[in-house]
């Protein structure tokens, strides 16, 4: 005798059951807080105004044209007046400002006294400065 098998029935997995949701009504929003409003443009404090720039400290004689920073030397085109060792200088420029007495000229690497308009010299300076600083005469 031959036994039969029982052949399966495929059936689909049972699902869980999921808890019904209620249709509760929802809690109303709140409003957002009212920002407050700028006032009108009219009504602003006017900025400051920038500070005003010092006068220059005496007569514009020559513009540092190169800086040596280790022996430190200026390079000044003279372009107005004489400048003499003993003379009294300001060197001014966006973070330069500072007063110095000359104590040497050079030009072309020979020592002079005296310096006219429209000549290079070198001339031994006490600070840090850069190009285009203005020089000014503050006293003979």
């Known amino acids: 005798?031959?036994?039969?098998?029982?052949?399966?029935s495929k059936s689909k997995p049972k699902r869980k059951k999921t808890a019904v949701k209620s249709k509760a009504k929802k809690a109303p929003r709140r409003a957002a807080p009212k920002k407050a409003k700028r006032p009108a443009k009219a009504a602003r404090k006017p900025k400051p105004a920038a500070p005003a720039e010092p006068p220059?400290?005496?007569?514009?004689v020559g513009v540092v044209t190169h800086y040596l920073g280790e022996p430190s030397v200026a390079v000044v085109k003279l372009e107005t007046g004489t400048l003499r060792v003993g003379d009294?200088?300001?060197?001014?420029?966006?973070?330069?400002?500072?007063?110095q007495t000359v104590g040497s000229l050079q030009v072309d690497h020979a020592p002079v006294t005296e310096v006219g308009p429209k000549?290079?010299?070198?001339?031994?300076?006490?600070?840090?400065?850069?190009?285009?600083?203005?020089?000014?005469?503050?006293?003979?």
């Open 119 to 140: 000549d290079d010299f070198g001339m031994k300076v006490s600070g840090h400065v850069r190009e285009h600083d203005v020089v000014f005469k503050v006293k003979p």
């Open 88 to 99: 009294t200088i300001h060197i001014r420029g966006h973070t330069t400002d500072f007063e």
């Open 56 to 60: 220059p400290p005496g007569k514009r």
């Open 1 to 8: 005798m031959a036994t039969k098998k029982k052949a399966k």
